[in-house]
């Protein structure tokens, strides 16, 4: 089964910029780590169907494969090439013939229904154009008693993002980034909006402290980027001369912020679980 893709501008630009990162998005441990745990949580068994939306380099889709077995299958879908491509590298590296991976569009999909034991979206979720009809749409595809699992950060999580947001708010620029799933009730909500039962929300602290220098170089008021759920990105009504003395304000803050140790990165994440009815 193929699936046409028609990406908007907004969507293209997330593709484009996940494509761009895909040759080193593999690096360290922290993607993998968190990937893990979404897959330990959620504890498959073998034969199962898996669903991994926003794939990217198949880190759940791999680790689920391995799980579900021969006689199970995994389908990874997402809208970057370039993910797309260290995905398949991966698993034909692997040899594993359990598990596909499509260029495909989240949020436009139309697999049968009751399909999938399990489907997972891991550290996408906030990129989608409407969360709620997102995890609908999902919820279609899921057969009676499956499990749907996903990231979400705090509100509070990456120094960068959260600092960048004060400031900007100085200037009538609201940032959504983490907002929309940004605390547990939050996630929450959004689960038990879209239909789903027997919400469970663990949620782990994680980070480290960072330099200074690698603190201010996160910095995401340059407009040149997209920003998540949020099309054309609202930096862009800002001047130059504005950008520049908000980046001024931001280094500023983040020098308020240096200890000893380094600049605190918080990442407070909640593993997200809903059920179908069964």
């Known amino acids: ?31 993998p780590r968190i990937a893990h745990r979404l897959v330990e949580y959620a504890q498959l068994s073998q034969g199962q169907q898996i669903l991994d939306i926003a794939t990217g380099t198949g880190m759940v889709a791999i680790e689920a494969a391995q799980i579900v077995g021969n006689e199970g299958q995994v389908i990874g879908i997402d809208i970057s090439t370039g993910m797309l491509e260290q995905a398949r590298r991966k698993v034909e590296l692997l040899g594993f013939c359990n ?11 139309d697999f049968p229904l009751n399909t999938f034991d399990c489907i997972f979206c891991s ?20 057969k009676p008693g499956g499990l749907l699992g996903f990231h979400a950060f705090a509100d509070t999580a990456f120094v ?23 605390t547990v009730e ?6 038990q909006q879209a239909g789903f ?15 200074l220098e690698k603190a201010k170089g996160m910095w995401t008021g340059n407009g040149s980027s997209p920003v998540p759920g949020q099309y054309p990105n609202p930096i862009l009504q800002l001047s130059s001369e504005q950008l520049a003395q908000a980046k001024i304000e931001f280094d500023t803050e983040l020098e308020a912020l240096q200890t000893e140790q380094g600049v605190w990165n918080d990442i407070t994440i909640f593993y997200t679980f809903g059920k ?3």
Request: aromatic share 12%; net charge negative.
């Open 123 to 142: 550290s996408a979720l906030i990129w989608m154009s409407d969360l709620l009809g997102a995890l609908q749409l999902w919820h279609q595809f899921l």
């Open 186 to 191: 939050k996630c929450h909500n959004l689960l």
């Open 276 to 278: 179908k009815a069964a």
């Open 99 to 109: 598990i596909e991976f499509r260029l495909a569009d989240a949020e436009v999909l």
């Open 197 to 211: 039962e027997a919400i469970d929300i663990q949620s782990e602290q994680d980070g480290g402290y960072i330099s």
């Open 1 to 31: 089964m193929s699936y046409p893709i028609e990406l908007d501008e907004y969507k293209q630009q997330v593709a484009d910029l996940y494509s761009h990162r895909s040759s080193n998005y593999d690096d360290g441990d922290w993607h």
């Open 160 to 182: 960068g993002g959260t600092i960048t947001q004060k400031v900007l708010e100085k200037y009538g620029v609201s940032l959504l980034f983490s907002k929309p799933t940004g």
